[in-house]
């Protein structure tokens, strides 16, 4: 009861903190019942089953840690991508830096506009598809988010969208404390790729809820910058259709504390759904956490899901990786596919994994595995015998164990571009 | 060129010594076979003269061209000149051949102080090397050895020394797993690379290899030593007898 009545308090402190969104219709109730949600579970403690592995200290404090800006002085990712580019600065969106909001088959508004109509279609969507992510695990920080994000868009696809919508989350101020949340409806038959880079601010929440209606296709690439104290904590909410496909990728590099959770339901029969991330950390430039958290239940009949994850960690960095695939019951024909794995360069560095499966039907395929290990003994001296030097060797080795993870990105041209960009890490962080 | 003298080795972790004096010289331009009994320590050989961990030499001395090799990191004595195809190449997902290849060529080159070849001139080169040992454009692209048969995976081998251009070529059992044709082309790649200075060491159980590349010297190594050296027609002499005479021989 007192632990209760501690997270709660919590919970009471980070709320206090801020003040509520104001202007908002529709959305000023789903607020209130986020808030709500939030009351009832509290914070997240270290006690929680969820949290065995990530401290959630960072995330609940009520400011933000500072985090030093970092020049890199490199072309921005997807800085070449023929797109439609929206730049946040510290969570808010900068309508100068980004380009006009509109683009054929796709609408776009910011949250506070969508919020402030009388009716609006995101209503069905916003706070509801985060309730629904709230069993059979609870998400307050997620909740919490629903109730004070001010910042984010609302995207409604109807058709094929001519180009991908770039987010970029540039940062100024060295203690921003950032809530956005984003809603996005791809409609039957419409098709969107969403591009994400950039670290956001000194500590950003951010959640996503995506509903994919039949036959919708939505695919989505990040990024998630490299400045080594941010601190980062995203939620993504899909819910599919049948004969919809949902794709997403996360690159994290750096960082001191990350976690991503995916909490995906395939609602109609054939739909497919794609989670994959790599990511590479070293304890030497800084702390690093990270902590990938998937959750996929199958609740239709023959449908794909995929989780992918390769995580590369070196003096003293911890990787955190846990997946669960449930399936309903009469979800028959599922074919469910997890792998998670850690290389670990040195002794410090730690993998944590937990893959789950629960199932509740009889005629499904599902497997999982997930491995730690060191760089193989055995290839490293057949490339140093061929004369290529061991640090050298050890890049090449590295670069080939995330290289299934990058293989789960559709595009070649963003494959190439995150590929160059981890040999360019893995060379800076080399020897 | 090459020099192995009273060469001791044994194991790191176990208490086991597996050369026990082992003397060679291979002179600059000549082809020196070596045969022997399984488990009589040739492979063991050829990976401490490459620099393999788990290895400690307790006695004896390497060199290649008067250089200890011994002290040398594996990529310091492929850059010096010493390449071994070994007995059983490695596979490794998620790097390209063509990619290890390069990086390894251009290793060595910047090791020596050259100039690294450009991806163009790399191509043409290895395209037509690759030709000749019909290794196609695709096995190329592949990932180095993985999902290549046990003769590709050995034509690979000759492949990388070809691109390399040691001068001291160590080949472990090329011919085991080679259909005859692929023995003829594996043994008119590695002719092809005999120029009077370049040294060949190669490890067989066969004669069948020794009628293609012909040796000048055939040594017989057991238990952790050669215990007979001679002409080519050592070769012919253990394929009719077997090793139980020679060995019989040098045991009285
Ligand atoms: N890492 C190791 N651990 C245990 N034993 C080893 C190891 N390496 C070599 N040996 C042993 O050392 C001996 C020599 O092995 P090696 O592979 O050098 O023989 P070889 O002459 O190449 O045999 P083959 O003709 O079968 O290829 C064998 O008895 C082998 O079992
Ligand atoms: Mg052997």
């Known amino acids: 009861m007192k632990l209760a009545q501690a997270k709660t308090d919590a919970a009471e402190a980070r709320v206090n903190r801020s003040d509520l969104p104001t202007g908002g219709k529709w959305a000023n109730e789903a607020r209130l019942a986020a808030l709500t949600r939030l009351h009832g579970a509290g914070l997240p403690g270290r006690r929680d089953e969820y949290w065995r592995f990530t401290r959630p200290d960072d995330l609940n404090r009520a400011d933000a840690p500072a985090a030093d800006l970092l020049k890199t002085g490199e072309s921005p990712v997807f800085g070449d991508l023929d797109r439609l580019k929206l730049v946040f600065v510290d969570g808010v969106l900068d309508r100068d830096q980004s380009d006009a909001m509109a683009m054929q088959h796709v609408e776009i508004e910011t949250l506070a506009d969508a919020a402030a109509a009388d009716i609006h279609w995101a209503r069905d969507i916003y706070g509801v598809l985060e309730t629904a992510g709230q069993a059979p695990v609870e998400r307050p920080l997620a909740a919490l988010n629903t109730a004070l994000a001010e910042n984010g868009l609302v995207i409604r696809v109807t058709g094929k969208a001519p180009r991908p919508i770039n987010l970029q989350y540039l940062r100024r101020d060295q203690c921003a404390d950032a809530v956005v949340h984003h809603v996005i409806k791809v409609e039957s038959g419409a098709e969107l790729t969403l591009l994400e880079n950039g670290p956001g601010a000194a500590r950003l929440s951010k959640v996503a809820e995506v509903d994919i209606a039949d036959g919708g296709i939505f695919h989505h690439v990040r990024t998630q910058g490299r400045d080594h104290q941010r601190r980062a904590h995203t939620h993504i909410f899909a819910r599919l259709g049948k004969e919809s496909e949902f794709k997403s990728f996360t690159l994290t590099v750096n960082g001191a504390l990350t976690r991503n959770e995916y909490v995906i339901t395939l609602h109609g029969d054939d739909a497919r759904a794609h989670v994959a991330g790599a990511c590479t950390g070293d304890g030497a430039t800084g702390a690093f956490h990270q902590d990938d958290t998937v959750f996929i239940a199958h609740d239709a009949v023959n449908c794909e899901s995929r989780q992918v994850y390769k995580k590369v960690l070196r003096n003293g960095a911890t990787g955190v990786f846990q997946g669960k695939i449930l399936v309903q019951p009469g979800a028959q024909k599922t074919d469910g596919y997890q792998i998670s794995q850690g290389l670990l360069l040195d002794d410090d560095s730690q993998f944590l994994a937990k893959p789950e499966l629960e199932i509740y039907a009889d005629d499904v395929a599902c497997s999982h595995g997930s491995t730690v290990g060191a760089i193989d003994e055995g290839a490293m001296f057949y490339l140093m015998s061929r004369g290529v030097p061991k640090s050298r060797a050890q890049e090449l080795l590295v670069l080939a164990f995330l290289a299934e993870a990058l293989e789960e990105i559709d595009s070649e041209t963003i494959r190439d571009d995150i590929r160059d960009r981890l040999a360019a890490w893995v060379e800076r962080h080399s020897g | ?252």
């Open chain 2, 1 to 252: 060129m090459l020099n192995i003298n009273n060469l001791h080795v044994e194991l790191e972790d176990e208490d086991k010594a597996i050369l026990k004096g082992l003397s060679l010289t291979v002179p600059a331009g000549e082809v020196h076979a070596i045969m022997g009994p399984n488990g009589s320590g040739k492979s063991t050989m050829s990976y401490v003269l490459s620099g393999k961990g788990g290895y400690e030499v307790t006695g004896g001395t390497a060199t290649l061209d008067g250089v200890n090799l011994l002290d040398m990191e594996p990529d310091e004595r492929a850059a010096a000149g010493l390449f071994l195809a070994f007995q059983y190449p490695v596979e490794i997902p998620g790097v390209g051949n063509m990619t290890f290849l390069r990086t390894a060529v251009n290793c060595q080159r910047k090791a020596r102080g050259e100039e690294e070849l450009s991806a163009a001139d790399f191509l043409k080169i290895i395209r037509e090397k690759a030709k000749s040992l019909k290794i196609d454009a695709e096995m190329l692209k592949r990932p180095v050895n993985v999902g290549f048969s046990g003769g590709e995976k050995k034509r690979n081998e000759i492949l990388q020394m070809a691109m390399l251009e040691p001068k001291m070529c160590i080949l472990d059992e090329t011919d085991s797993g080679l259909d005859v044709d692929a023995m003829k082309l594996v043994s008119d790649g590695v002719n092809a690379l005999r120029d009077g200075k370049r040294s060949f060491l190669v490890i067989t159980h066969y004669q069948r290899l020794l009628d293609h590349i012909k040796p000048d010297v055939v040594h017989i190594m057991a238990d952790g030593r050669i215990v007979k050296s001679g002409g080519p027609d050592l070769a012919l002499e253990v394929e009719h007898n077997g090793y139980a005479d020679i060995l019989a021989e040098v045991a009285a």
